[in-house]
C-alpha cells in the first residue's frame, strides 16, 4: 500500500483531501497531522509521498522539506502546498528542490495531484 503524509494546518483541507484520495485511490493509505511539530515523528524513509504545506505556525514547510531530506526521505517524494501563487512558490523552490510546488486552491494543481497518486498507487500494485 502506497504512504502519503499530509502536514497542513488547515483542518479543512485535511479533511477534503483525505476524503478525496480515499475515495478515487484505495490503494493509498494517507495519514494527516494538523500539527507540524507533531508531523515530525510521522516523517521517515518509507513514505512513498510527503505533502506539506507551505506556511504553517512553528514549523514551515521548507524548514519541514529540510528535515524530511535529512531523515532520508527523497526529494522526489515531496510536494509542497500553499495558497500562493506559482512565481511566488517557483523562486523559493526552485527546480530540483522537491518534486512539485502547487497552489491548493487551484483546480488546475489538483490534475498534478491525480497523476502522483496514480502513480504511486500503479507502483504499490493496487490497480
Given at each position: 500500500?502506497?504512504?502519503?503524509?499530509?502536514?497542513?494546518?488547515?483542518?479543512?483541507?485535511?479533511?477534503?483531501?483525505?476524503?478525496?484520495?480515499?475515495?478515487?485511490?484505495?490503494?493509498?493509505?494517507?495519514?494527516?497531522?494538523?500539527?507540524?511539530?507533531?508531523?515530525?515523528?510521522?516523517?521517515?524513509?518509507?513514505?512513498?509521498?510527503?505533502?506539506?504545506?507551505?506556511?504553517?505556525?512553528?514549523?514551515?514547510?521548507?524548514?519541514?522539506?529540510?528535515?524530511a531530506t535529512?531523515?532520508?526521505?527523497?526529494?522526489?517524494?515531496?510536494?509542497?502546498?500553499?495558497?500562493?501563487?506559482?512565481?511566488?512558490?517557483?523562486?523559493?523552490?526552485?527546480?530540483?528542490?522537491?518534486?512539485?510546488?502547487?497552489?491548493?486552491?487551484?483546480?488546475?494543481?489538483?490534475?498534478?495531484?491525480?497523476?502522483?497518486?496514480?502513480?504511486?498507487?500503479?507502483?504499490?500494485?493496487?490497480?
Open positions: 500500500m502506497g504512504k502519503v503524509l499530509i502536514i497542513d494546518d488547515d483542518l479543512a483541507f485535511l479533511k477534503f483531501i483525505e476524503n478525496y484520495v480515499h475515495e478515487r485511490f484505495p490503494g493509498l493509505m494517507v495519514s494527516l497531522c494538523v500539527d507540524p511539530v507533531r508531523g515530525l515523528v510521522e516523517i521517515n524513509s518509507e513514505l512513498d509521498l510527503l505533502l506539506l504545506d507551505l506556511e504553517m505556525p512553528g514549523l514551515d514547510g521548507k524548514k519541514l522539506l529540510a528535515y535529512e531523515k532520508g526521505v527523497s526529494k522526489n517524494r515531496i510536494i509542497i502546498l500553499s495558497g500562493r501563487d506559482a512565481d511566488y512558490l517557483h523562486k523559493r523552490f526552485p527546480m530540483g528542490s522537491c518534486l512539485a510546488v502547487l497552489n491548493k486552491h487551484e483546480a488546475k494543481q489538483k490534475a498534478v495531484l491525480d497523476m502522483v497518486f496514480k502513480a504511486i498507487q500503479q507502483k504499490s500494485g493496487v490497480i
